[in-house]
């Protein structure tokens, strides 16, 4: 409760801050106190400390999972802040409104983490949802910052529709908003014949998740818009938005159709082979590095969805670690690919001998992503893996899903090679000694993180 | 104690290089490393099997049951000792190399020294699998930076190839640890049992990684490419050590796991290793670039490991044991002549050598001996090692082919001497041409280098005692692990 509550006020202190002040390096070192508060009080809360008794009347719950979670989009996003936060003034002249908007999502996320009621989840995904349109159209002069804009406003507006009457029919099927209400009816349906209006509120509700997370096939916005936004927003919105929403879509299946797995196992394997499929295969032939991670969030969403897939302690596991993981190696590297003049792989040319911390830290920013051991990015996949086989059928959708991994090493190695082995002239934009300490404090959290995995896991219990 | 040495010697000194800027200290410290973690391996040689010295076995990962569980056994000391052995040994005779960026080269290399320790000690399936990986990245920017003019491509093709294979494995191993109880460990992994289409599954997913690995007939074709590629202290390391990687993770993770599916496909493996083997050797015989030649030449030695091994007698896993360390260090020879003609002539193509032996003498001494070793005459190291191995599957009772499979495979060793004589022919006698008129003998550190190299091929070709001393024990718990599963 501390978290969503902080998080609405501090998005209402921004705002003022603009209204006080032009100084934008003084907003933002707000916008960075306000979220170490942030972390501290949701920390606090998983310690027993609450702020705020607010009776929600069982609509959320706050576990130790949800609180966890939190944390980490809370410290990805201070590390995002320390990283990114310049170039977030250069976006435009709203600064204050820009962290505004971020802190709105927040609340949002903290939301989705600990949402008891279909409501809820609603509402918590409209919050994302709504500062994310804008800030991808924050760029106002730009006009594929326009297009991308519109597009996702569009066609998350269809998702939202498509959410909204998945709830309706659970609602009508069950009379019930709240997931411990739905549960038992589904279990009941296991020998009974399946209740139709539920199942189709189900796979309603599945089809709106997996547009958010940019499962395919309902992936088609996410290479445009996350192209056309703003670079330091496709950061944020591929990495701590796109995780949270996947702890959303655990949490809604787990506490509502966890009984009915053998009945949406089959859609999530196709979505799961259709999801790494196309994004590994597309992002082969991307131009451009920022393209090329749309794609690879593609793919990477396709190896979250075995958290899905698995439904087992693992899978919990997995998506905490997943998300860590995924989340800290991508905002290093948009952090870095931000920092480049040219944005294609030529673009990274060089880059080994001009920057050298900042090649350095990307390699281990791109082997964590690829999954290589000794990185954040190993275990991730590791507890996926383990979730799926613990599971025990479909063998061969691990088989695929690790073959898929090889491909993405096409990619992820084309940056490496260019940045080292290729000769070129790699233009950045002046890179102060603080971006690279944090650099390299983000690097050693990866690395850390992939010696010892349950320095993290461990949270989870104690 | 020794384990951790082992590791943390070569890993430390290489982290510590990066920061070393000077090219001579860079080499010296480097040697010296090498030269210290030898010491330990040599002390490890003189342990007795099991001893609380060679045994680390602390807390890793608590959630997953993995342990930090590494252990030099029988066959752990003999490949710990190749590694730790041919380290000093390539940073010698390749000391008159220059590259570019010096200090990460040699860090590099030594880094990949730690990652071949923890292969060879680990005990622990995840560690196993985490030092696999970890022993590819540094090779991977190793030839990448430094390699030949098609270094990118070829090396990636060889980066996907074993990243493929080992992922997986992976998936092999994460299975197999659900039906272990959810244990990594290896005694645990002894008590698998599994239906047989399971059991088939598993043992060729990760037969697919060793023999990517090894390279086996037709999973090979990364390899001639990237030998030829690489720059060749690291050619050296990986077809002197690293392939081996491959056989010896058959030994420790397939055979004894999965013994099932080891006897059912031994012949399919057989023959495969048997066609590639001949293939590879036909190959070799109209080669004209040296690094090539040797390339395939050891595409053919490790093929009659393979088939030795799935002879599954003791002589026949006794004898690929020590000639995975003999082939260790012949082929480092073969390579270290290599390097030396290179570095001299600028050419590779043996048709532009020749009469090397008059302007040369000390090279062409130490050649001929170690190219002898290479057709496993009598005297050196490989004849001991050969000839064990098809004396194992000479006596194979698993298979009814076992006749013949010696016979096609000692066809091998014909045409191993008409490509090696072959090759000593054109490169050291007729007459000196343009390129070798100038030829001077070779540098001390490189003869040094050569003369440890035919010490230990003549040393453990007339006394192979210690090597079989200490892989003995180890083969014998294999093979009854092996016939105690099948026995049931």
């Known amino acids: ?462 | 104690m020794v384990p951790v040495l082992l590791l943390l010697i070569p890993l430390f000194s290489g982290l510590a290089l990066f920061a070393v800027k000077n090219e001579n200290s860079v080499k010296t410290l480097a040697l010296l490393s090498s030269i210290v973690t030898l010491v330990v391996a040599l002390y490890g040689m003189t342990c007795a099997n099991g001893s609380e010295y060679l045994i680390v076995n602390k807390e890793w990962l608590p959630a997953l049951n993995s342990r930090f569980h590494m252990e030099v056994d029988g066959m752990g000391k003999v490949l710990t000792l190749l590694t730790a052995l041919s380290f000093p040994i390539v940073f010698a005779a390749t000391s008159g190399n220059r590259y570019e960026d010096s200090n990460r080269f040699y860090a590099l290399m030594l880094l990949t020294q730690a990652g071949l320790m923890g292969v060879f000690m680990a005990m622990d399936a995840l560690l196993f699998y985490f030092f696999w990986e970890l022993a590819l990245i540094p090779v991977y920017f190793l030839c990448s930076h430094w390699g030949g003019e098609r270094r990118i491509q070829v090396t990636f093709k060889f980066f996907v190839y074993t990243f493929v294979g080992s992922l997986l494995m992976l998936t092999a191993l994460i299975y197999l640890y659900f039906h272990a109880g959810q244990s990594f460990d290896i005694k645990a992994f002894y008590n698998i049992k599994l239906t047989s289409s399971k059991d088939a599954l598993m043992f060729w997913l990760m037969f697919v990684a060793f023999a990517i690995k090894m390279p086996l007939v037709p999973f090979h074709t990364w390899q001639p490419d990237t030998y030829e590629q690489s720059p060749t202290a690291v050619t050296m390391i990986l077809s002197g050590v690293m392939v081996k990687m491959g056989v010896f993770g058959v030994i420790r993770w397939v055979a004894p796991v999965l013994p099932i599916s080891f006897y059912q496909y031994g012949d399919t493996i057989t023959w495969m290793a048997i066609i590639g083997m001949i293939y590879a050797s036909l190959v070799a015989m109209q080669q004209d670039d040296l690094k090539r030649l040797v390339a395939y030449s050891s595409i053919a030695h490790i093929g009659l490991m393979v088939v030795a091994l799935f002879a599954t007698t003791k002589s026949g896993m006794q004898g690929v044991m020590i000639q995975m360390f003999n082939h260790g260090i012949n082929i480092i020879g073969m390579w270290i002549v290599v390097n030396a003609i290179e570095q001299k002539f600028g050419t590779r193509k043996m048709s532009q050598l020749g009469g090397i032996a008059q302007k040369a003498p000390g090279l062409a001494i130490l050649l001929v001996i170690v190219a002898l070793a290479n057709i496993a005459l009598p005297l050196t190291n490989a004849f001991v090692g050969e000839f064990m191995m098809f004396n194992g599957v000479f006596a194979s009772t698993v298979t009814r082919f076992n006749v013949v499979f010696t016979v096609s495979a000692a066809l091998t060793i014909i045409l191993a001497a008409v490509y090696t004589l072959k090759m000593l022919q054109k490169v050291l006698f007729g007459e000196a041409n343009a390129v070798t008129a100038q030829a001077t003998d070779i540098s001390f550190s490189v003869k040094a280098s050569l003369v440890i190299i035919v010490g230990a091929i003549l040393l453990f070709g007339v006394y192979p005692k210690p090597m079989l001393g200490v892989t003995s024990e180890l083969v014998d718990v294999l093979l009854n692990k092996m016939t105690l599963t099948m026995g049931k």
Not at chain 1, 261 to 286: E, P, R
Not at chain 1, 347 to 370: C, D, E, R, Y
């Open chain 1, 1 to 462: 409760m501390n978290a969503i509550i902080i998080s609405a006020i501090l998005g209402v202190v921004m705002m003022y801050s603009g209204v006080l002040t032009k100084n934008t390096s003084a907003i933002r070192n707000v916008a960075i106190v306000g979220l170490i508060v942030l972390l501290g009080l949701n920390m606090a809360e998983g310690c027993g400390y609450q702020l705020f008794h607010i009776n929600t009347k069982g609509m959320m719950s706050f576990e130790k999972y949800g609180l966890l979670f939190n944390s980490i989009a809370f410290a990805s996003t201070l590390i995002y802040f320390l990283l990114s936060g310049r170039d977030i003034e250069k976006v435009g002249v709203y600064v204050a409104e820009y962290f505004a908007l971020i802190f709105f999502i927040l609340c949002g996320v903290a939301i989705v983490t600990s949402f008891n009621s279909l409501l809820l989840l609603f509402i918590g995904i409209e919050i994302i949802s709504i500062p994310l349109y804008i800030l991808t159209g924050a760029d106002k002069r730009n006009l594929k910052s326009n297009e991308a804009s519109l597009k996702y406003f569009l066609m998350g507006s269809f998702s939202t529709g498509i959410m909204l009457m998945g709830i309706t029919l659970i609602f009508g099927a069950t009379g019930s908003f709240m997931l411990k209400g739905i549960a038992p009816l589904v279990t009941g349906a296991a020998d009974a014949p399946l209740n139709i209006w539920l199942v189709s509120g189900l796979l309603l509700l599945f089809i709106s998740m997996a547009f958010k997370v940019s499962a395919a096939p309902f992936h088609f916005w996410t290479p445009d818009v996350y192209d056309g936004a703003p670079s330091v927003f496709t950061s944020f919105m591929a990495t701590i938005v796109k995780a949270a929403i996947f702890v959303a879509f655990l949490r809604l299946f787990d506490g509502a159709y966890g009984e009915m797995k053998g009945a949406w196992q089959s859609i999530i394997s196709i979505t799961i082979l259709l999801t790494l499929f196309i994004g590994n295969i597309t992002a082969v032939f991307q131009q451009s590095v920022k393209r090329m991670l749309a794609y690879s969030s593609i793919a990477q969403a396709g190896f979250m969805l075995f958290a899905l897939f698995g439904f087992n302690e693992f899978a919990k596991e997995g998506i905490i670690l997943y998300s860590a993981a995924y989340s800290l190696a991508t905002i290093g590297i948009f952090a870095i690919l931000i920092k480049m003049k040219d944005y294609t792989f030529e673009g990274f040319n060089g880059l080994g001998k001009s920057q050298p911390v900042l090649a350095a830290t990307n390699t281990i920013f791109l082997l964590s992503l690829a999954g290589i051991p000794l990185t954040a990015g190993f275990f991730a996949k590791y507890y996926m893996l383990a979730a799926a086989i613990k599971n025990g059928t479909q063998f061969w959708l691990v088989i695929f899903a690790v073959l898929c991994a090889a491909v993405s090493v096409y990619y992820y190695f084309r940056v490496i090679q260019s940045m080292y082995f290729k000769t070129g002239n790699a233009e950045t934009s002046t890179i102060t000694p603080a971006f690279k300490y944090v650099l390299i404090v983000l690097a050693g959290i990866v690395i850390l993180l992939g010696v010892f995995p349950q320095l993290l896991l461990s949270q989870m219990y104690f």
